[in-house]
T-cell receptor
Framework: DAKTTQPNSMESNEEEPVHLPCNHS???????IHWYRQLPSQGPEYVIH???SNVNNRMASLAIAEDRKSSTLILHRATLRDAAVYYC????????????FGTGTRLTIIP | DVKVTQSSRYLVKRTGEKVFLECVQD?????MFWYRQDPGLGLRLIYF???????EKGDIPEGYSVSREKKERFSLILESASTNQTSMYLC??????????FGNGTRLTVT
């Protein structure tokens, strides 16, 4: 299974953009890149996903490298409510639906 | 909105007891998953199911079994609970290749 690598923790100031990196050097051509976040005392929630092109939604933007070996989740203007653990995972477009989460990046927002 | 409901938020059981953790989803999703979450270890996949009566082992299936008799319900069974199964258990559902929707978790303590 393709793996992802994320920094254990990051800090950012409130109201500034945040760039959360993820490396996935063994990604296959049909793997989608998914991002989830987990707020304290809650289950993870879906944030965004993409295949090749950059993606935007109301929560965040996803920038995918041209070679697809890395991606960056962008929070355009961080708020205190964005403090969470962020997970980057790969999801196959065929076959086995086994989904493995790593330990994610714990994002701290400084007021 | 998709709702994934886990039957208990907190559960305390004794060593050797048979434990049932129930999960129900209301969006007719084909896929359902059980994860456990421990500090420093992230989310680890125990079992998943892609259809009624179908199941696949995840990364840590030892000591667990599952049951999916109806599409909306996925049960995790600890045949003989042990203290090392004290953990947060998270259930999720998804359509094929779609985003996962998580419940809020069951914190199980085995004494």
């Amino acid at each position: 299974d393709a793996k992802t690598t994320q920094p254990n923790s990051m800090e950012s100031n409130e109201e500034e953009p945040v760039h959360l990196p993820c490396n996935h050097s063994t990604i296959s051509g049909t793997d989608y890149i998914h991002w989830y976040r987990q707020l304290p005392s809650q289950g993870p929630e879906y944030v965004i996903h993409g295949l090749t092109s950059n993606v935007n939604n109301r929560m965040a933007s996803l920038a995918i490298a041209e070679d697809r070996k890395s991606s960056t989740l962008i929070l355009h203007r961080a708020t205190l409510r964005d403090a969470a653990v962020y997970y980057c995972i790969l999801r196959r477009n065929f076959g086995n639906e086994k989904l493995t989460f790593g330990t994610g990046t714990r994002l701290t927002i400084i007021p | 909105d998709v709702k994934v409901t886990q039957s208990s938020r907190y559960l305390v059981k004794r060593t050797g007891e048979k434990v049932f953790l129930e999960c129900v989803q209301d969006m007719d999703h084909e896929n359902m998953f059980w994860y456990r979450q421990d500090p420093g270890l992230g989310l680890r996949l125990i079992y998943f199911s892609y259809d009624v009566k179908m199941k696949e082992k995840g990364d840590i299936p030892e000591g667990y079994s599952v049951s999916r008799e109806k599409k909306e319900r996925f049960s995790l069974i600890l045949e003989s609970a042990s203290t090392n199964q004290t953990s947060m258990y998270l259930c999720a559902s998804s359509p094929p290749r779609g985003p996962l929707h998580f419940g809020n978790g069951t914190r199980l303590t085995v004494t």
